[in-house]
């Protein structure tokens, strides 16, 4: 385990903080800041601007962190998804979602999950521990460097990470000083220099700490819902008998968004659980007056969990409900279901490794 100070844990702030405690001036920070998040940039000789004697000072207290070749699978629909290898041994996975005009990243936030949402793979692993500000950022800069090198033939989308969703292992809001950080060199222009516009967050309803997230940060918001009354996501969400729905539409309500905003409430759609008509019905009712757009993501069935898929035809009836009373409302088919990255799906460390295909 190394001394030295990994230079991706800080924002550009931080890094200003950092250089003058090495009795630089400010502007090295910016300078070092400019640098770190190129694509190759891996020691500090290769920073030409910088003197030659703090490139030493920096050498003898900081280092560059970046990961090691990520394991990969690729789906039939064009995702892939990136098991990557930390420093202490476990594996956090990201999700590359490609379309013609966009990469879409799903990225992890914590290695494991202690919300225990029942319908979810990644809650059956516990709480392992929080991802760092570098270990986030890293997964970005990792899937940027693939994207890079990606044949021309196998490439869908752009050769760049356009989007952003944390959706992935853990919940980003008990996470929430590391994922600032990330968030801020995330959207730093010297950073990775990505638009607030084009990241969401989503919480299960983490309700006390969404107002410090909305007030330091320009992303857009998303919330796990999954039920309409407390008995159902008591049951699908043990976060809701701390936060219960009334307590969490409120601080929806309330939430500083960024103009011209809304909130994505995500709505899994479980067979006899939550998808009658009177659940849609509801759940018009209980969002009036919130300025949102509503996922409806039909489940992907998972062994060992005892929910089942909803019939296309339930979908479409509880969609239609939702339209009749003005709201946007898209079905999203999960992507990636056959190696296991769909959402929900992201827990299969030991199936990853045995599926090794390039590296
Ligand atoms: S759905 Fe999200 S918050 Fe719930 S257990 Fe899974 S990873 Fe955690």
Redesign the pocket.
């Known amino acids: 385990m190394t001394h030295k100070t990994d230079l991706k844990n800080f924002n550009l702030e931080g890094l200003i903080g950092y250089v003058e405690s090495l009795g630089q001036p400010a502007f090295r920070g910016r300078q070092i800041m400019a640098w770190l998040y190129r694509p190759g940039i891996e020691n500090f000789d290769q920073m030409t601007d910088i003197a030659k004697k703090f490139r030493e000072i920096l050498k003898e207290n900081a280092f560059i962190s970046s990961f090691p070749p990520p394991l990969l699978e690729r789906s039939s629909d064009g995702c892939v998804k990136f098991g990557f290898q930390l420093d202490d041994g476990p594996i956090i996975e990201s999700v590359l979602i490609p379309e013609e005009d966009r990469n879409t990243l799903c990225l992890s936030s ?1 290695v494991g ?5 029942s ?5 059956t692993m516990g709480f392992i521990r929080n991802l760092s500000p570098a270990e986030i950022v890293n997964q970005v800069c990792s899937v940027r460097d693939f994207l890079l090198k990606e044949p021309e033939d196998k490439l869908i989308g752009p050769r760049e990470v356009t989007n952003l969703v944390f ?5 980003p809001l008990n996470n929430l000083d590391n994922l600032l950080i990330a968030l801020s060199i995330l959207t730093e222009p010297k950073g990775l220099d990505l638009t607030g516009r084009k990241i969401t967050v ?3 309803g983490i309700a006390p700490k969404m107002r410090r997230l909305g007030e330091n940060s320009t992303i857009n918001l998303a919330i ?1 819902l999954h039920a309409v009354n407390d008995d159902t996501r008591n049951r699908l ?1 043990p ?1 809701n008998r701390r936060y219960p729905l009334d307590v969490l539409l409120e601080a929806c309500r309330t939430y500083p968004m960024p103009k011209r905003r809304r909130i994505m409430f995500e709505y899994i759609l479980l067979q006899d659980i939550n998808d009658s008509d009177d659940d849609a019905r509801e759940l018009a009712r209980k969002l009036n007056n919130i300025p949102c757009k509503i996922n409806i993501l039909p489940y992907n069935e998972s062994p060992g969990l005892p929910y089942k898929s909803p019939s296309p035809e339930r979908v479409l009836s509880f969609q239609k409900i939702l339209l009749d009373k003005h709201y946007s409302v898209f079905i999203r088919n999960s992507r990636g279901s056959d190696i296991s990255a769909a959402c ?1 799906q ?1 827990a299969g460390q030991k199936k990853l490794s045995q599926k090794l295909m390039i590296s």
């Open positions: 914590q999950c202690a919300m225990d949402c319908f979810c793979l990644t809650g959706m992935g292992m853990g919940e989503s919480t299960c796990s969400m976060i929900g992201l």
